[in-house]
T-cell receptor
Framework: DGGITQSPKYLFRKEGQNVTLSCEQN?????MYWYRQDPGQGLRLIYY???????QKGDIAEGYSVSREKKESFPLTVTSAQKNPTAFYLCASSTPSLAGVSTEQFFGPGTRLTVL | QQPVQSPQAVILREGEDAVINCSSSKALYSVHWYRQKHGEAPVFLMILLKGGEQKGHDKISASFNEKKQQSSLYLTASQLSYSGTYFC???????????FGKGTKLSVIP
């Protein structure tokens, strides 16, 4: 079955440690996204990538880094520079339309990160 | 800028109708609607494009008012399964980047 997988579902880390969240998709989508969700705040875009080896900062990129070496994979690293990393992280993918219009985004199940 | 959703929360009895609004101060080209159940991933409902096209499937439909830069989601004859938080995501022309509102929590009770 096609879809997006994120692992792990729950992640605990000590303050000051970097942590990498995994996101893999087998939908053959070109575009991938990382969102952060906090209670009452909706989804906020961290980074997005429209093509392999290229990515752009979203609204809240500070303290995060990404890579896009393969079409299927878009890992997110939460660095120690991120002041308040405890949140629910969602990865999504989409296939860009030829008209340059945003298309349906498919979301993974999310990773809940807790920094102790 | 984040689009503004209203109301923030609504409680319905089964069979009642609801309207959720999404307003933006920026020129919009597309509006997405998603529903998220607690602890789960958001699920796509529909996309509306500039032009005021109304869309719908089953008893959920939406409209896009280009002049007002506003979209409305209509849920008719609500069912228990409609419960969840509804998010609108907006994008300008030529942009793949969505900006989401804070969400509207809908609770349907028997």
């Amino acid at each position: 079955d096609g879809g997006i997988t994120q692992s792990p579902k729950y992640l605990f880390r000590k303050e000051g440690q970097n942590v990498t969240l995994s996101c893999e998709q087998n939908l053959n989508h070109d575009a991938m996204y990382w969102y952060r969700q906090d209670p009452g705040q909706g989804l906020r875009l961290i980074y997005y990538s429209q093509i392999v080896n290229d990515f752009q900062k979203g609204d809240i990129a500070e303290g995060y880094s990404v890579s896009r070496e393969k079409k299927e994979s878009f890992p997110l690293t939460v660095t120690s520079a991120q002041k308040n990393p405890t949140a629910f992280y969602l990865c999504a993918s989409s296939t860009p339309s030829l008209a340059g219009v945003s298309t349906e985004q498919f979301f993974g199940p999310g990773t809940r990160l807790t920094v102790l | 800028q984040q689009p503004v959703q209203s109301p923030q929360a609504v409680i319905l009895r089964e069979g009642e109708d609801a309207v959720i609004n999404c307003s933006s101060s920026k020129a919009l080209y597309s509006v997405h609607w998603y529903r998220q159940k607690h602890g789960e991933a958001p699920v796509f409902l529909m996309i509306l494009l500039k032009g005021g096209e109304q869309k719908g499937h089953d008893k959920i439909s939406a409209s896009f008012n280009e002049k007002k830069q506003q979209s409305s989601l209509y849920l008719t004859a609500s069912q228990l399964s409609y419960s969840g938080t509804y998010f609108c995501g907006t994008a300008g022309a030529g942009s793949y980047q969505l900006t989401f509102g804070k969400g509207t929590k809908l609770s349907v009770i028997p």
